[in-house]
Structure formats: structure tokens, C-alpha cells
């Protein structure tokens, strides 16, 4: 096990986790001390680093992408940077994870003990992706969801984002955050889940309900670790995404 400050400095300045959310991600990894996890979109690895880092002995992270996804740095070069290369596996030879995510429940899986989403941010894709999700994690497992209010609006002057064609949304598509809608419609509510938080208004967490275990849902715990300025900030920002949409209706 690495310590957090060895990671941080490793990748200080690649994007996109920030040392907060490393933080919070090792913090967890440390905690629950899971054997196998899986990330669900690499970019440069800087997620991969601070889950490797954390993992007890013998554990092991599998971090997928699409086989387009091509990133300076590149994760090799990040993890090895880290120290950790040799604790990650590295998928990038299918055009969806949710493909790989299909093979991988047919070949009967031994599963996962905590699953990180942080790729496409798309209904249609992510919303699958967790149904899948929740069939591989293991009771007791984690999954956690990145970018809840992330919406296409942010990245309007491009042509594609994460393999999604932009232009062929509509309005309503690009002003609404697919990650929380699959997070509200699809985790919430699935009596598989329990324990539902949200950290920040931006992370969407779960775990797998054990066998036995009573069945709760639709109650969400909303945590913080920003300041009150940083919050007021973010309302604002979900504010005009709103009146974009109430706009476009």
C-alpha cells in the first residue's frame, strides 16, 4: 500500500480527479478493503492510481475504456509514474464497456467488490452500465457514480464526447444530467441497493444489499465536504441548467 501524499505528488497536474477526491476514493478503498475493483473509464489513470494505491495485498483493479480513448499521458505512463502499474489491468480493446461488461456476466465473473463509474456520463449507455453493475458486484460491494450534474451543455462546441455523437441530441438531452437521472431512477429505487448517498452534490454512491439484509429504498443521505461558498455555487450553476431547460420546454 502506497500512502495518499506518494500518489498525489505522482500526479499532481494531469487531469481530471482532483487530490480531494483521490482522497476521498483512497480513503474508502483503505476502509472497505476490497479485492477486486473495477474502474469503468481510465483517460489518464489518475483514478486507477489512488484506488491501486489504496488496495490491501494481492488486490487488483481492472480499469476499462473504449479503444478510441487515447490520452497524453497515458495511463501507463501515470501508474507507472505512481509506483502502481502492476496492480492494474488495463482494458481498452472494445468500443463500450458495457460490451465487456456483457462478456464478462456471461463467462460468470467472479464479480467485483467496488465499482467506479467515471466514463461516457450517458443515459443510454451508463443507464445499462448499472444494470450491469449490480448483477457483477459482489453483496456488500460499492458501487460509486461520478458526475451527477455533468450535462452535454458544458461541452456544447465539440462534435463528440466520450464516443457519444453531440449533435445528435436533442435540447432536453444536452440540459439534463444523465448520470443523476440513472442515479435517481435506476440505484434508488433497486431494492439490490442500499446505503444511497450523495457526496457533494456530484458523486452517487451504493452498496449492494447482503442477503438477508432488509430492503430500503428511495431514502438518500446527502453529504458534504465543501465549503458553504463552494455550494451556494453549485445551486447556481444547477439553477441556470434548469431555467435552460424550462426555456427549451
Not at 450517458?122 to 450535462?151: K, S
Request: one cysteine or more.
Amino acid at each position: 500500500m502506497k500512502s495518499f501524499d506518494e500518489i498525489a505528488d505522482a500526479v499532481a497536474g494531469v487531469p481530471f480527479m482532483s487530490p480531494d477526491q483521490g482522497h476521498i476514493v483512497y480513503e474508502h478503498v483503505r476502509r472497505t478493503a476490497p479485492a477486486r475493483v473495477l474502474e469503468l473509464g481510465t483517460a489518464h489513470g489518475v483514478g486507477s492510481a489512488y484506488l491501486a494505491a489504496a488496495l490491501p495485498p494481492g488486490g487488483q483493479v481492472i480499469t476499462v475504456d473504449h479503444a478510441g480513448a487515447a490520452y497524453d499521458p497515458s495511463p501507463e505512463r501515470v501508474l507507472s509514474q505512481a509506483g502502481v502499474r502492476d496492480r492494474v489491468e488495463i482494458v481498452r480493446q472494445y468500443s463500450s464497456y458495457t460490451w465487456w461488461l456483457k462478456e464478462r456476466l456471461a463467462e460468470g465473473c467472479e464479480g467485483f467488490d467496488f465499482v467506479y463509474l467515471d466514463g461516457a456520463k450517458n443515459w443510454t449507455i451508463d443507464g445499462l452500465a448499472v444494470l450491469l453493475i449490480e448483477r457483477l458486484l459482489r453483496p456488500g460491494g460499492w458501487l460509486l457514480m461520478d458526475d451527477l450534474h455533468w450535462t452535454y451543455d458544458e461541452v456544447r462546441d465539440r462534435e463528440v464526447s466520450d464516443g457519444v455523437t453531440i449533435r445528435g441530441l436533442s435540447d432536453e438531452e444536452r440540459a439534463e444530467p444523465h448520470l443523476r437521472a440513472v442515479f435517481d431512477l435506476l440505484v434508488v429505487d433497486n431494492p439490490a441497493f442500499t446505503e444511497q448517498r450523495i457526496t457533494d452534490d456530484w458523486w452517487g454512491w451504493a452498496r449492494k444489499r447482503l442477503e438477508g439484509e432488509p430492503v430500503r429504498r428511495g431514502s438518500v443521505q446527502i453529504e458534504t465536504t465543501k465549503s458553504a461558498g463552494a455550494l451556494v455555487a453549485n445551486g447556481l450553476r444547477r439553477g441556470v441548467r434548469a431555467a435552460r431547460r424550462r426555456v427549451r420546454g
